[in-house]
């Protein structure tokens, strides 16, 4: 009875004196880390959304002084800047589809060893990483393809990277061949066996390429800098980079039209240029927290073996 009335004695593990001092060291280092890289956007967005005349005063740094929505107004109501951004939400829907599609289908071909000639398609595509063409041959390549001033130039040249090939190629390897078997005597033949069974057990990895490929396309510009002429086609980020360069910013302003508003001060180049940023990186920040799940399945792709 005076046993089982006894209760185990719980241990706490003490800490000492200098492993506190390290843990409080840890926490203000790392406080300070995420400091610095969340309060550039927290100023952008505070001077975004401050009015701008009185933002050309300073002394604004986490909230506005003088609330407006000026700069949001004039961005939105902008034709070529929402058509820019249409352009931009369509080259990522598409780019992204298209691209992880295509690296998934040739990573699941180069996992099977009955592939005939894989381990030459294998070392073509790993030396696509080490050498190139060059930056000029590109673009004589991009022009003979009459890719210039055509929507596919940011489709075609970024369809297969190799190296999220070579992400998916070992996630699919790392799958139980029973699946694909237990397929195949269903009646399922290669292509039926990839969409049915290998991708719905892949998104880990493969939402985190896609996730890769996002990004990439919603940031790219270069490449529109380039090929691009025609104004219906230019996306958000390099009608952004025109807009930031200070020296083409009233300029710009007066191209999209904006001439009498920032004449009253209701805008200014500054203004635009803030609004457009935030603009630019939302849809981003809001759609990361929904595959953050994925995302960080897909990057501990391999650190485990069981």
Not at 18 to 36: R, S
Not at 148 to 165: D, G, K, R
Not at 175 to 196: H, I, K, M, W, Y
């Amino acid at each position: 009875m005076i046993l089982r009335n006894m209760k185990p004695k719980k241990r706490y593990s003490m800490k000492t004196r200098g492993e506190k001092i390290v843990d409080v060291i840890l926490l203000i280092v790392f406080a300070l880390i995420t400091f610095g890289f969340l309060y550039p956007f927290v100023y952008i967005l505070a001077l975004s959304f401050n009015d701008a005349a009185d933002a050309v005063q300073g002394g604004i740094y986490f909230f506005p002084r003088k609330f407006s929505i000026e700069s949001y107004k004039a961005v939105f109501k902008n034709d070529q800047l929402l058509n820019a951004y249409g352009i931009t939400i369509l080259r990522t829907l598409i780019g992204t589809f298209t691209s992880v599609l295509a690296t998934g289908m040739f990573g699941y071909g180069l996992s099977k060893s009955k592939l005939m000639f894989r381990k030459v398609y294998f070392n073509l595509a790993l030396a696509t990483m080490f050498f190139s063409g060059g930056f000029i041959p590109m673009v004589i390549l991009i022009k003979n393809l009459h890719f210039t001033n055509n929507f596919l130039v940011y489709i075609i040249p970024s369809l297969i990277s190799v190296f999220n090939m070579l992400v998916m190629k070992s996630f699919f390897q790392s799958l139980p061949p029973s699946l694909e078997e237990a397929a195949t005597v269903d009646g399922c033949n290669d292509v039926q066996c990839f969409f049915r069974i290998v991708i719905p057990s892949s998104m880990p990895v493969i939402s985190t390429i896609a996730l890769f490929n996002a990004v990439a396309q919603w940031n790219a510009w270069f490449d529109a800098y380039l090929y691009i002429t025609d104004q219906k086609l230019i996306p958000l980020q390099t009608l952004l980079q025109r807009i930031i360069n200070q020296n083409e910013a009233s300029q710009t302003m007066t191209a999209l039209g904006m001439d009498a508003a920032m004449q009253s001060m209701a805008i200014t180049p500054y203004s635009i240029q803030l609004a457009t940023m935030v603009v630019s990186i939302g849809p981003i920040v809001l759609i990361y927290p929904f595959f953050q799940k994925y995302f960080v399945k897909g990057l501990m792709i391999g650190a485990v073996k069981e």
